[in-house]
């Protein structure tokens, strides 16, 4: 069974950039789309983005000029950069798997990480 | 953009029936998924395509969809079932991902 494992600082100052990394085990990252999604305390649900095995990626456009989303399938891992955060980034974030060969349906996803930003 | 609205909460007896609604534009052209999210969890796929489960979803957990609303019905209901509930689509024309609003159940 697939296991995502998230992990990076929990606090991060204003106007820095927040990194956080995903280890995948228990499969391969072959074949797979793999989206970060996050979660502000109390409220809803917000897709970050996306990376295809192969490299390509797509991120929301909300986010698109902040947001770095890279892996290294070798490692069996992702990372994620969100630059110039501020308050609003505060959330807990989800490395999350994609349904195998779909786009559109998560199927597996991390325990979270929670990323304050505060001075 | 692509709204999808859900009522905050849902109250429900133990073995009575809820029922979540989500509410889009023509989301009967789409597929939804829907994720449940236990207290200090992580959210977990219940129904995708509309109406298929997960191995592992029990069958009282089902789906439909049609018009300007889709619909996660939960029958028999457990007090395992208290968790917020949240619809997702696909906007494959910007390849974009929208959630719900989310709705809390509550098991009375």
């Known amino acids: 069974q697939v296991q995502l494992l998230e992990s990076g600082p929990g606090l991060v100052k204003p106007s820095e950039t927040l990194s956080l990394t995903c280890i995948v085990s228990?499969?391969?990252?072959?074949?797979?789309?793999w989206s970060w999604i996050r979660q502000p305390p109390g409220k809803g649900l917000e897709w970050i983005g996306y990376i295809y095995y192969s490299g390509s990626t797509n991120s929301n456009p909300s986010l698109k000029s902040r947001v770095t989303i890279s892996a290294d399938t070798s490692k069996n891992q992702l990372s994620l950069k969100l630059s110039s955060v501020s308050a609003a980034d505060t959330a807990v974030y989800y490395c999350v798997r994609h349904l195998m060969a779909t786009v559109q349906i998560f199927d597996y996803w991390g325990q979270g990480t929670l990323v304050t930003v505060s001075s | 953009s692509y709204v999808l609205t859900q009522p905050p909460s849902v109250s429900v007896a133990p073995g009575k029936t809820a029922t979540i609604t989500c509410g889009g534009d023509t989301i009967g052209s789409k597929s939804v998924h829907w994720y449940q999210q236990r207290p200090g969890q992580a959210p977990v796929l219940v129904i995708y395509y509309d109406s298929d489960r997960p191995s592992g979803i029990p069958e009282r957990f089902s789906g439909s969809n049609s018009g300007n609303t889709a619909t996660l019905t939960i029958s028999r209901v457990e007090a395992g079932d208290e968790a917020d509930y949240y619809c997702q689509v696909w906007d494959s024309g910007s390849d974009y991902y929208i959630f719900g609003t989310g709705t809390q159940v509550t098991v009375l």
């Open positions: 228990g499969g391969s990252m072959s074949s797979n789309y």
